[in-house]
């Protein structure tokens, strides 16, 4: 009787980090159709990141309103905008990276950041990796309407203010992107010690 509890004990502890690699791995997945991960753990440099994702709609917009990232922020913090303090984050088929990011601008979206820069137009084509890149930005005057981690939203590409367009992709925020590696790879080490002590009860 003791050995078999053992053993049952055993078999649920492998069982349950199994379960661990699997959800980490899952984590991992999650991200694969989000276009730009975002790190706003320091809202003095927040970090818009390009997975390398493919965008899901061919879409054209306007310099004014080219990409906007919709709910961003948590609530209205007023109009305001801020250049890129590094940047290297362009669409494949742009010709310059973006280095404009502005807020507030036009009602009824208050909450979305738009993403820009000097040229009239910005494309995406379908199937077509959406994002190269990163962009790293100084955020800290609205630090408070920052995004919780786990939020995401659409990321949509218009011809104009009024808040309509072509929705091309996601944005996530996140932890810098090992962290979702770490997680599967602790997983896998825990899972690999479990199926180690059970298979020393049966030998």
């Known amino acids: 009787m003791h050995y078999v ?10 069982l349950k980090l199994a379960a661990g690699f699997f959800a980490g791995l899952g984590a991992i997945a999650a991200h694969a159709q989000v276009v ?95 994002f190269t890149g990163r962009a790293d930005v100084d955020l800290s005057d609205i630090s408070s309407y920052l995004p919780s981690l786990g939020a995401t939203g659409n990321i949509v590409v218009s011809l104009g203010g009024s808040g309509s367009g072509t929705t091309i992709g996601t944005y996530y925020i996140t932890v810098p992107e090992p962290a979702d590696f770490g997680l599967a790879a602790a997983g896998a080490a825990l899972a690999f010690a479990g199926w180690r002590k059970r298979r020393e009860l049966f030998s």
């Open 36 to 130: 730009l991960n975002i790190d706003v753990s320091n809202p003095a440099d927040v970090i818009f990141t390009a997975t390398g994702a493919s965008a899901a709609a061919d879409a054209t917009g306007t310099y004014n309103f080219q990409i906007q990232l919709k709910d961003f922020l948590t609530s209205n913090p007023g109009g305001g905008t801020v250049t890129a303090t590094t940047t290297s984050l362009t669409s494949v088929a742009g010709n310059q990276p973006l280095d404009s990011f502005l807020w507030g601008r036009f009602n009824p979206v208050e909450t979305t950041m738009i993403l820009r820069h000097g040229v009239q137009t910005e494309t995406f084509l379908s199937g077509t990796v959406a």
């Open 5 to 14: 509890m053992k053993n049952h004990s055993s078999r649920s502890f492998t």
